[in-house]
């Protein structure tokens, strides 16, 4: 096939084989909250499964929580639904912090959300909250807490990946200068969990940073990485069907 992009007048051109199709340059603010002013939007997510496009944002206000807002278009994105508010964080920037960060995976008609979050209030406790819509998109489950640490620890960089009924998610437990490296696996499409050390950092080694996660039904691919103070080294974890 021959594509090729090229402007013509205000529109786009994708030109297949000497057919011509125009796409309208047209913007729609997708992430506008009617009767709230207008923020920052931050850790974007989108997935597009069949015509159905998923998409997940925050919405970022300096020193305020953030909150963390679904969207969809079940026409390739000729329309779209209403935005769904999944929730609100306990302490202001939380939702917003690693670029690492994969917060939502779809499977068929089933759209899978995982968070973290930290309340510095309820003893620094940190939670990992994991949201499901059985129905493409249209309704959320409420938050299921699927792990959780005090004493002033967190638990950050979750990523999600799901095919069929099987979900995985990836995440580390901060603990100071180390940490622990974690995967739950459901194969019931979310409704349990079972909890898997992969991996734990020394003192000496410090804390590991999750990088990427993948999943491919039988097996789970974790690249994370060590650092330092003199030297930074990457690690990968396959993690074989026991598990799932």
């Not at 199709?21 to 069949?50: C, F, H, P, W």
């Not at 929730?87 to 995982?114: F, P």
């Not at 909250?129 to 938050?143: I, K, M």
């Amino acid at each position: 096939y021959e594509i090729a992009q090229c402007l013509v007048g205000s529109e786009m051109c994708i030109r297949d084989r000497g057919q011509e199709s125009y796409i309208s340059n047209r913007m729609v603010n997708l992430s506008r909250i009617e009767g709230e002013k207008e923020l920052e939007s931050v850790t974007v997510d989108r997935q597009i499964e069949g015509n159905t496009i998923h998409l997940l944002w925050v919405e970022y206000e300096y020193n305020k929580p953030g909150k963390l807002y679904y969207r969809r278009s079940a026409d390739l994105g000729e329309t779209w639904d209403n935005p769904i508010l999944i929730m609100t964080q306990s302490d202001s920037g939380e939702l917003t912090g690693s670029e690492y960060r994969k917060s939502m995976a779809v499977s068929g008609n089933t759209v899978h959300i995982a968070v973290t979050d930290y309340n510095y209030a309820d003893n620094g406790t940190g939670r990992l909250y994991y949201f499901r819509s059985d129905d493409n998109g249209v309704a959320f489950s409420e938050g299921t807490v699927i792990d959780m640490i005090d004493g002033y620890k967190r638990i950050t960089n979750s990523q999600i990946r799901a095919m069929g009924e099987q979900v995985v998610i990836a995440y580390r437990k901060e603990l100071y200068r180390a940490s622990e490296l974690y995967a739950a696996v459901s194969t019931d499409s979310g409704k349990n969990f079972k909890k898997n050390l992969v991996d734990k950092s020394s003192t000496e080694t410090h804390a590991t940073t999750l990088y990427d996660l993948h999943f491919d039904g039988s097996h789970i691919h974790v690249l994370h990485g060590y650092y330092s103070v003199s030297y930074t080294h990457l690690r990968a974890h396959e993690t074989l069907s026991d598990l799932v």
